[in-house]
């Protein structure tokens, strides 16, 4: 009942179209994967740190 349907997504981004125009939108996607490809990657280091053994040190 609640699901999104095609015509929702249709409508939407002629919305997001109209607010961001047809320039910026490229740019705002590139931006954003770029973002999220740093995230993850701070995520994994995080996740690889925590998981080192304590008599380990990164400091040389």
């Not at 919305?15 to 999220?36: E, M």
Request: aromatic share 4%.
């Amino acid at each position: 009942m609640n699901a999104l349907k095609p015509t929702h997504l249709i409508v939407l981004l002629v919305v997001v179209l109209v607010l961001f125009g047809a320039k910026r939108l490229p740019d705002s996607a590139r931006s954003l994967g770029r973002s999220l490809r740093i995230f993850k990657s701070e995520i994994k280091e995080l996740q690889e740190d925590d998981n080192k053994p304590s008599g380990e040190s990164t400091d040389k």
